[in-house]
């Protein structure tokens, strides 16, 4: 079983920045994509960003398009959520997922995933 482990969010106000990070917890086992979801209470786990372990393949929802960077780093063996011009509706719990299908949006294409990191975002 692969853990996923989530780190850096926090609270802040609308237009700062905070930087996600999430690595797993066994590198042989992990899926070769990797992805952030996120979801607001009361709501859906819906699609944040995307891309694959050699920094391929990045795909973005159009909420976060221009605001949101999603990096591998093959060296570490993490992926990073870089997100600037935060707004009050960005907040919710950010999840990382590993799995296999380049450029998935779904959440179950995603096998693996971590408790998640509570972004909150005042106006």
């Known amino acids: 079983q692969v853990q996923m482990v989530e780190s850096g969010g926090g609270l802040v106000q609308a237009g700062d920045s905070l930087s996600l990070s999430c690595v797993a917890s066994?590198?042989?086992?992990?899926?070769?994509?990797y992805g952030w979801f996120r979801q607001a209470p009361g709501k859906e786990r819906e699609f944040v960003a995307t891309v694959t372990e050699r920094g391929r393949g990045t795909y973005y929802a159009d909420s976060v398009k221009g605001r949101f960077t999603i990096s591998y780093d093959n060296a570490q063996s993490t992926v990073y959520l870089q997100m600037n011009d935060l707004r009050p509706e960005d907040t919710a719990v950010y999840y990382c997922?590993?799995?296999?299908?380049?450029?998935?949006?779904?959440?179950?294409?995603?096998?693996?995933w971590g408790q998640g990191t509570q972004v909150t975002v005042s106006s």
């Open positions: 997922g590993t799995g296999y299908k380049v450029g998935s949006t779904y959440a179950d294409d995603y096998r693996y």
């Open positions: 066994d590198r042989t086992l992990s899926g070769y994509t």
